[in-house]
């Protein structure tokens, strides 16, 4: 069993270290306020952005954390922003407009691989969304996977990163995700996380799984090894780890759930801590379990159009609708099946007093 770095190889599995077989509750954190990061829904109306929509959602997920004491962070342009169908010029727009409206707030903006082609991957390609994005002030960027990158073997992985990083001026968080979410993509294993994060430039990263516990391996590395990396979840499916371990989250369910996710984290602190949190736990995660399941392809993609349907439930935004060129849509009355889902969340945040999560 590896317990020391030096140990790796790049093609180690976490199965062979000790940070895969650490319990979660030796990781267990009441003192932290790690910050929500939610990945923002763009909305549309009649194939169109719905501005005013983005505009309601973004200020009500203010006054969620406001209410709770909790550091917000928006991540614009990923994929509940509908990166992989944006123009540049709507993946500009979106960070103008929400600038204009909004000076203060923390922004990761997402970035990926714009006009790739061929068999070869460059780096370069990671240029155009990198420059957009770093032309803002208090912004971070996500330097999200791509095809092309994530076939490259471990070595030539990290040193594409480290490429790409030669273009970055801001801090920066990397992406790894499986394939419940894009089919082609694979998590990292111990080395190439412990490569990426001792780079200067790269402060974090989001690890976005569903059916196995990568997040805690990366807390458990990062911890052990006392890391200047901060891991964030993308564990739509487990999001109370995050909340138990003090660490960032930065997922989509903090769009539909944020109002619970924000109580549940001042729950959970030991000044204020509550035993119902764990009752709370459930309730927003059994409707995420709804809003990202899994379709007969196993794949989560299509939570945009859930998300969009409770926002639309709670008055939020006019319409269900998905960006008009993306095919991650949901069969059948997707608003019915979210109404009927929130039954549970509702009852519990009307007990717990959570005014900011109803229905219109």
Same mark, same amino acid.
């Given at each position: 069993m590896i317990t020391h770095p030096d140990? *790796?190889?790049?093609?180690?599995?976490?199965?062979?270290?000790? +940070?895969?077989?650490? $319990? /979660? /509750?030796?990781?267990?954190?009441?003192?932290?306020?790690?910050? @929500?990061?939610?990945?923002?829904?763009?909305?549309?109306?009649? #194939?169109?952005? !719905?501005?005013? #929509?983005? /505009?309601?959602s973004i200020r009500w997920m203010i006054a969620c954390a406001e209410a709770y004491e909790v550091e917000i962070a928006f991540v614009l342009n990923a994929d509940t922003g509908y990166i992989f169908n944006l123009s540049e010029e709507l993946y500009? /727009?979106?960070?103008?407009?929400?600038?204009?409206?909004?000076?203060e707030p923390k922004i990761i903006c997402g970035t990926t691989a714009v006009g790739a082609e061929g068999n070869t991957f460059k780096a370069e390609w990671y240029h155009p969304h990198l420059d957009i994005a770093q032309s803002f002030e208090n912004v971070e960027v996500m330097l999200m996977t791509s095809q092309l990158l994530n076939e490259l073997g471990p070595e030539k992985r990290r040193d594409a990163y480290f490429e790409i990083a030669e273009h970055i001026t801001v801090p920066a968080i990397v992406h790894a995700l499986e394939p419940a979410f894009v089919p082609w993509a694979s998590p990292y294993d111990p080395w190439l996380l412990k490569e990426l994060a001792e780079h200067e430039k790269i402060v974090g990263g989001k690890i976005s799984t569903l059916d196995e516990p990568?997040?805690?391996? +990366?807390?458990?590395?990062?911890?052990? *090894?006392? @890391? !200047?990396?901060? $891991?964030?979840? %993308?564990?739509?499916? #487990?999001?109370?780890?995050? &909340?138990? *371990? %003090? @660490? $960032?989250?930065? &997922? %989509?369910? %903090?769009?539909s759930a944020c109002p619970l996710i924000c109580a549940a984290k001042q729950m959970w602190l030991k000044g204020t801590f509550d035993t119902r949190v764990f009752k709370l736990f459930e309730a927003f995660q059994s409707l995420e379990d709804s809003v990202f399941r899994l379709d007969k392809d196993g794949s989560a993609a299509a939570y945009k159009h859930s998300t969009a349907a409770v926002l639309k439930l709670m008055g939020l935004i006019e319409t269900s609708e998905i960006h008009p060129e993306c095919s991650d849509i949901r069969p059948g009355d997707e608003e019915a099946r979210m109404r009927e889902a929130m039954n549970r969340p509702l009852r519990i945040a009307e007990r717990l007093g959570i005014e900011q999560f109803r229905l219109s």
């Open positions: 140990d *790796l190889k790049p093609d180690t599995p976490w199965s062979d270290t000790i +940070w895969a077989h650490t $319990p /979660e /509750e030796t990781l267990a954190d009441h003192q932290s306020k790690a910050r @929500l990061c939610v990945a923002t829904l763009l909305p549309f109306k009649n #194939g169109q952005p !719905d501005w005013d #929509g983005f /505009e309601r500009a /727009e979106v960070i103008t407009r929400f600038r204009a409206l909004f000076p990568h997040f805690l391996y +990366w807390a458990a590395m990062c911890r052990d *090894l006392n @890391l !200047d990396f901060s $891991p964030h979840s %993308g564990d739509d499916f #487990g999001i109370a780890s995050a &909340i138990k *371990l %003090g @660490l $960032p989250l930065l &997922i %989509g369910a %903090g769009v």
